[in-house]
């Protein structure tokens, strides 16, 4: 009697683990670029691997990015980025978490582009900003697609840029997000 | 007439030393990841359970260095532009956990082709993501 309880116990948590995870959305492979443009140079690094994850039953979205995957076209701007600027051995991610504000206005059974408001809370170099964003959801069968660009203020993640490179870099930083998100299995 | 020719010495070693600032520090290249020796032989679970049980000690001790690993690849995954070998350890709210390796895109045909129980993986960590540990640059390596 108690192992046929343990039984239906098992099944119920397997049903409803296996439900839930039939609602979420994830991608290890997301794609994120940096553009800073000024009147003396365009600098863009780009990160393959980013994480995210979608939760359909309750519009919540979370970006996870390790900070020295970015790739950018010379050595040394790599090298200024992790050591000088961000700073990444003492703040290795960076993250998003947040929520699509209106997911109701997304159909999911139907093909498409969908714009959508995210609203939530943008940690980089280790402080976290409130932020809201417009963003595209493309629906499709292979899964969702998550385009967005927006822009980051450098000093409001007390970044600090050194005087000689001033010019160079600009205050407000391109960010482009772009994840093809699929069915968690 | 004594005094251009010091002026010619004075501008050529301005330039030669512009020139040098130039090409060895602003446009200095990456390093060669292929042919960079590993900091450290690890099998890819003692890896990733190092990170599970002290993120912190072994960010410092692994992030940016070269790391040689063994142990059984459980999958390969392809994108469009990458070519990922990943050992599976844990799973989370992301499916799959463990280690992810991404290869160079020049070693990626290796890496399909090899015999995976007399080869290591060498790569590039980049760090623990609160799900996997990444490493990137990856290249085959045979065993000692």
């Known amino acids: 009697m108690k192992s046929s309880k343990y039984l239906i116990l098992f099944l119920t948590i397997l049903l409803f683990s296996t439900v839930l995870n039939a609602q979420k959305y994830v991608t290890k492979t997301g794609h994120i670029k940096f553009f800073s443009t000024t009147p003396m140079e365009n600098i863009e690094a780009h990160n393959r691997q980013v994480n995210s994850a979608f939760d359909l039953s309750n519009g919540n979205f979370v970006f996870k990015v390790l900070i020295k995957s970015f790739e950018f076209e010379k050595a040394l701007m790599q090298e200024h980025f992790n050591e000088n600027y961000m700073e990444s051995d003492k703040f290795p991610n960076a993250m998003f978490s947040g929520k699509i504000e209106n997911i109701s206005d997304v159909d999911f059974d139907k093909n498409g582009d969908y714009s959508v408001d995210v609203k939530g809370n943008l940690t980089i170099h280790g402080v976290t900003k409130s932020v809201e964003q417009k963003g595209t959801f493309t629906v499709s069968g292979d899964g969702i697609n998550a385009n967005a660009v927006f822009k980051v203020k450098v000093a409001d993640y007390d970044i600090k840029i050194a005087k000689a490179v001033i010019d160079n870099i600009a205050e407000e930083i391109e960010i482009t997000v772009d994840a093809k998100l699929e069915k968690l299995k | ?144």
């Open chain 2, 1 to 144: 007439m004594k005094g251009v020719k010091i002026l010619v010495v004075i501008l050529t070693l301005i330039g030669t030393g512009i020139f040098i600032v130039y090409e060895f520090t602003y446009n200095k290249s990456k390093p060669d990841y292929a042919e960079l020796e590993a900091d450290y032989q690890v099998s890819a679970e003692e890896l990733y359970n190092e990170f599970l049980a002290d993120q912190v000690g072994s960010s410092a001790k692994y992030n940016g260095k070269m790391l040689q690993l063994s142990g059984e690849i459980t999958k390969i995954e392809r994108t469009d532009s990458l070519l990922i070998a990943v050992y599976v350890f844990n799973e989370g709210m992301f499916g799959d956990e463990g280690v992810r390796c991404t290869f160079l895109a020049d070693k990626a045909q290796n890496l399909e082709n090899a015999d995976l129980s007399t080869n290591d993986i060498k790569g590039f960590c980049s760090g623990y993501n609160d799900v996997d540990v990444i490493l990137e640059k990856c290249t085959l390596i045979k065993h000692d």
